[in-house]
């Protein structure tokens, strides 16, 4: 008999979409992936003020949207938007699949997907014993500095010191927006090696966002930011904008377009801000075991060595 193993997602975003787009390759449910994406990009829209909504009830939006006697389909809660107003947004809240016909996993066997704020601090507090979030956040949280930066997400593990959490990455979903290294021209090097020997001999301000200062450390490594000193964008001010006024910094990017629009030289993608699965390895049961290796598993990822 088949138990039900919830899974701790995020609410809105790339993140919950990358997830929706794994489960919609792994146990063909396409059309609820395709669902919830395209309601929670309309509501995204909708709060940005892009469009206008055919109904201006947010909480009849909400009722038409949740089918709350039925766990096979969505459900969505309302959560206060950080832009100006804080107006009411609408995010994922949960949804229960089946899993059947899957090598390892008991039929009847079902994943409950609960939306979460931060998943990651979901599974460090034992709430769940599998999750998704931002590779970022685990950066930002739990990776050790060190004198060598970290470059690639199957090393992040390594960095995890287990006096701080029992959480582990288990895989990333490819869903990658590189954190990249940006210059002014005037700052480039002549030699056009904008990268970490760079930084080693640059002596200056680095333009970034207050959050990822824990996560630059460590992608960089203290050593190469001996000289270096960090400045923030001015509120209000675009990121890129920000960086250009500073001459060097570092921000997302996934193409360079908006970088390029501000005179900024892309240089070293240094570290990939990735969907990871996550997993707290004392929680971890047979069951969730294998659901995790069907999660993660496939022809186009190989699952990373976690303790077990």
Request: aromatic share 6%; glycine share 8%; proline share 7%.
């Amino acid at each position: 008999m088949g138990e039900t193993i919830p899974i701790a997602i995020p609410r809105k975003g790339r993140p919950l979409e990358s997830v929706f787009d794994r489960l919609a390759r792994r146990l063909d449910v396409s059309d609820l992936a395709d669902d919830v994406i395209s309601t929670l990009r309309h509501e995204k829209a909708l709060t940005k003020g892009t469009v206008t909504p055919d109904d201006e009830d947010v909480y009849h939006r909400l009722a038409t949207y949740s089918t709350v006697d039925d766990p096979a389909a969505p459900e969505y809660t309302l959560l206060r938007d950080d832009r100006a107003g804080k107006p009411r947004r609408i995010v994922f809240d949960s949804v229960t699949i089946p899993i059947d016909d899957v090598d390892g996993i008991p039929d009847g066997t079902e994943i409950q997907l609960i939306g979460r704020e931060e998943p990651f601090r979901a599974l460090r507090t034992h709430e769940f014993a599998l999750g998704f979030d931002s590779a970022d956040l685990v950066l930002e949280e739990v990776v050790e500095l060190r004198p060598e930066p970290l470059g690639r997400i199957a090393d992040i593990n390594a960095r995890i010191n287990p006096a701080d959490t029992d959480v582990r990455v288990v895989t990333g979903l490819g869903d990658t927006v590189y954190h990249t290294l940006l210059a002014t021209p005037g700052v480039t090097p002549a030699s056009g090696s904008l990268d970490r020997t760079f930084l080693e001999e640059y002596d200056g301000p680095l333009c970034i966002e207050p959050r990822y200062e824990r996560l630059v450390q460590a992608v960089l490594g203290t050593r190469t930011l001996d000289d270096v000193s960090f400045e923030y964008p001015p509120e209000g001010r675009e990121e890129e904008a920000a960086i250009a006024d500073t001459g060097v910094g570092v921000y997302l990017t996934m193409t360079g377009s908006t970088a390029r629009d501000h005179g900024l030289v892309l240089g070293e993608q240094l570290f990939p801000s990735e969907t990871v699965l996550l997993e707290s390895t004392p929680e971890v049961s047979d069951s969730i075991a294998a659901v995790r290796s069907m999660l993660a598993n496939g022809p186009e990822e190989t699952e990373l060595a976690v303790g077990r």
